[in-house]
């Protein structure tokens, strides 16, 4: 900058931004700090945004919400995981368990979690709704199946599968519980205009329920 | 003394002779991120391409760690590069750095061939100790962060010692603040939780709080000086500058987080405050090219070394288009909604990535390899200056092909997959499978071999340029001499 002018303006001068910078900084820090006290309390497990681990128990939709304007996780009544009903503290331990697989054979970069992650495959927020599980009554068994043993499943016309990755039925089940938990989390209706599996009753008089829909099966390789 | 033109390390102070090994790394990982980055682009259009063997998920891995990893050896580089310059002082400590760089080298190449070799581990703690954690960018295992932790704090030694015995320059300060705030960040990324809302939460204060706030305050420190080096710009002015970008870089970045907190559990205030503060992010940008444009025009381009101003300018640039546009063009939630997760984030990511921090590491290998050779010649007319023109022309090309393929695909998706399908597992694969998406594919593996030919020709440049060079550096213009 050339000199002509003899004196900095105060809005140009060092000392100012040198000041600026502090107080902005330290302002910035403080609030964010504030801010995270109040958001790690409300999403500790067992809260109203993350619920408890235990919710594994119960069936969990994802509805349209008039008020919020977007569809919302629904604790329904009783279903417990593999017809096992757990307390929290086993739960929790499942949960954990596959959390521990997903890091582990490290799912995060073919698919994203919460959104986040790589784009190769599906999301995985709310894989517990997905219509391709074919229907409720065999939703579970497919997952494990499908998880212990995916390179014998495509689910699509381009030929992208997911590969064995060693995961064994104890580590498949607890994965299956971890994505039901991840599924009953508030994500301020992320995936949007999502179209969860039906997971109403059958009238009790009515037949079994069918097997998948040709469209949403997996094709068996 | 050696002849000018020929690499010898008497050319270099001693902060400088370990500059130059954390560069010679960082360039051969920036090749390794090149390499697996290719392989995991060919399994997008190829997916029995390496199936079983090398899987798309360890290719992804080894391509962003090895970008990280590089970029922080860049860095690290890049800061004992300026080090006695800045401070007056050599550097207190060398021998304790030198250690440091052996010991951080070699864990890297184990925790890589862990990576190829082992790949996964069972679904237990003593596979996020020994094998990966799993969790993007950081998937180092626990025993490497604990090593890095270690390394980094003797990085830190060595910088603030050095200063608090030389001179605390403007740039020095804030240096030496922005390296705490760095490393101390690091540690919020080092623990377990079942809580995928709790893990996520703390994650992005890595990530974020990196890439958007103490990364960029760090080139602002680096750029400052090389601006004084390259063309002589007064130091006053830069060093205003600085605290400007300073001021505005952490008042929009720190907050700015919230834009990751729109979807992951997190309170539903994060929508206003980090759609907010993250729109605001591109303002420090815009002065950041402003200053350097403004900067390179006032002295006319006359600069002793041109490839480094070269991809300052570009930096410039990069980190306005990368971070700046891309970054703001989905950075509201109600865009971010349907775009989030998708091809249109690995565009920003890309370009942001390329733009802001690849350009300033060459831009700082230049300036090494000039002096290495004994302060060389690198203004017009130098010998074979193709080669570093064509590398930065075919590096650029790739990586706006890339970017633009990428973005292509993120619109694709984000419209069939998301606002559409509804986003289930059918929705997503309709839109992978969709003729606008897999052309992008195609178009993006194109660029990235622009991209790949663009690196050897950058790494055949940074090993040949200047060399039987006899011309001395052209001097920087007179404002140095005021600074
Ligand atoms: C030959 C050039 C390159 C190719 C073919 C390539 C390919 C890829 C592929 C296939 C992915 C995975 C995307 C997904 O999850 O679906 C990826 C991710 C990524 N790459 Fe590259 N890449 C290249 C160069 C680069 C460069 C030069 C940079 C930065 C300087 C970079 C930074 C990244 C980042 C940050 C991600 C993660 C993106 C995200 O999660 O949003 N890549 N790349
Ligand atoms: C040099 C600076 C920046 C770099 C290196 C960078 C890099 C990245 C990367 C790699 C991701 C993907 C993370 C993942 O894998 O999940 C990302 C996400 C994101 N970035 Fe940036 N970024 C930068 C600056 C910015 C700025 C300035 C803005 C806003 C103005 C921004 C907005 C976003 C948003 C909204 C996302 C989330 C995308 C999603 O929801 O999927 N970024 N960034
Ligand atoms: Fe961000």
New interface residues.
């Given amino acids: 900058m050339s000199q002509t002018q003899t004196q900095t303006l105060w809005w140009a001068s060092e000392s100012f931004w040198k000041k600026m910078a502090v107080w902005i900084t330290a302002g910035s820090a403080v609030v964010l700090i504030f801010l995270t006290f109040d958001t790690v309390k409300q999403i500790t497990a067992g809260g109203k945004r993350v619920p408890a681990y235990s919710v594994i128990n119960n069936r969990i939709d994802y509805v349209f919400d008039e008020k919020r304007n977007h569809q919302v996780p629904v604790i329904g009544p009783e279903e417990p995981l593999f017809g096992k009903k757990l307390t929290e503290e086993e739960a929790m331990a499942l949960v954990s368990k596959g959390k521990l697989t997903t890091q582990a054979k490290n799912c995060m970069n073919c698919h994203t979690l919460l959104g986040n992650g790589s784009y190769y495959a599906p999301d995985l927020t709310k894989s517990w709704l997905d219509p391709t599980w074919g229907t409720k009554q065999l939703r579970e068994q497919q997952m494990v199946d499908f998880l212990m043993n995916p390179q014998d499943y495509l689910y699509n016309s381009l030929g992208r599968r997911m590969p064995n990755l060693g995961i064994t039925e104890e580590e498949a089940r607890a994965t299956v519980a971890f994505l039901k938990w991840m599924s009953s989390i508030d994500t301020n209706g992320f995936p949007r205009n999502f179209k969860p599996i039906d997971q109403t009753d059958p009238a009790p008089d009515a037949a079994p329920a069918a097997p998948a829909d040709a469209a949403a099966a997996p094709v068996q390789q | 003394m050696a002849a000018l033109g020929t690499l010898s390390s008497a050319n270099l102070n001693g902060g400088q002779k370990l500059a130059v090994k954390f560069f010679t790394v960082a360039i051969a990982l920036f090749g390794a991120q090149v390499l697996f980055g290719m392989l995991?682009g060919i399994?997008?259009l190829k997916?029995?391409f390496l199936?079983?063997i090398l899987?798309?998920?360890?290719n992804?891995?080894l391509h962003i760690n090895a970008l990280v990893v590089w970029l922080l050896f860049g860095f690290i580089g890049a800061v004992y590069w300026i080090l006695e310059d800045e401070s007056g002082t050599p550097v207190v400590g060398l021998g304790l750095g030198n250690l440091m760089f052996w010991v951080f080298t070699l864990a890297v190449v184990v925790v890589v061939l862990v990576y190829l070799l082992v790949?996964?581990?069972?679904?237990?703690?003593k596979?996020?100790w020994l094998?990966?954690?799993?969790?993007?960018y950081i998937?180092a295992p626990r025993w490497a962060d604990i090593g890095i932790v270690v390394c980094v704090l003797i990085f830190f030694y060595n910088v603030a010692a050095t200063f608090m015995k030389g001179r605390f320059t403007?740039i020095g300060g804030?240096l030496v603040f922005d390296l705490v705030a760095l490393a101390g960040l690091y540690l919020a990324g080092m623990w377990?939780t079942?809580?995928?809302?709790?893990?996520?939460?703390w994650?992005w204060w890595v990530i974020h709080l990196w890439v958007e706030a103490t990364w960029e305050v760090l080139v602002g420190c680096l750029l400052a000086y090389g601006l004084i080096k390259t063309m002589g710009v007064?130091r006053?002015?830069v060093?205003?500058w600085l605290?400007?970008e300073?001021?505005l870089l952490?008042?929009s970045g720190?907050?700015g987080?919230g834009h990751?907190?729109?979807?992951?559990?997190?309170?539903?205030?994060?929508?206003a405050?980090g759609g907010f503060f993250s729109a605001l992010e591109p303002i420090p940008l815009v002065a950041m090219v402003v200053h350097a444009v403004f900067d390179a025009g006032?002295h006319k381009m006359k600069s002793a070394n041109h490839p480094a101003l070269a991809w300052m300018i570009a930096q410039a640039f990069g980190n306005f288009f990368g971070a700046g546009v891309w970054g703001f063009m989905h950075t509201l939630p109600q865009i971010n909604?349907?775009t989030?997760?998708?091809?249109w984030?690995?565009s920003h990511g890309h370009l942001a990535f390329f733009g802001a921090y690849a350009t300033i590491v060459i831009a700082f290998i230049y300036l090494a390899v000039q002096k290495w050779r004994g302060n060389v010649w690198m203004s017009g007319n130098m010998a074979g200056a193709w080669r570093w023109k064509w590398a930065m022309f075919l590096l650029h090309a790739g990586m706006i092909g890339m970017t633009m393929a990428l973005l292509i695909a993120g619109y694709e998706?984000s419209h069939i997959e998301?606002?559409i399908g509804?986003?289930?597992?059918?929705a997503?694969?309709e839109a992978?499978?969709g003729p606008w998406f897999q052309q992008a594919m195609t178009w993006r593996m194109i660029s990235g071999w622009s991209f790949a030919a663009g690196f050897v020709l950058l790494a055949w440049d940074l090993m040949t340029i200047g060399k039987r060079e006899t011309r001395p550096a052209q001097l920087p213009a007179a404002e140095a001499a005021a600074a």
């Fill in positions: 995991a399994q997008y997916p029995d199936f079983g899987d798309f998920s360890v992804r891995m790949q996964t581990g069972p679904g237990e703690l596979s996020i094998i990966n954690e799993g969790r993007e998937e403007g804030v377990y079942p809580n995928i809302s709790m893990d996520q939460h994650w007064r006053k002015i060093e205003t605290y400007i300073v001021a952490f008042g720190i907050l987080l990751h907190y729109f979807w992951i559990g997190t309170p539903e205030y994060w929508l405050i006032h909604i349907y989030h997760g998708t091809q984030t690995a998706q998301r606002a509804g986003s289930t597992w059918m997503y694969f992978q499978a």
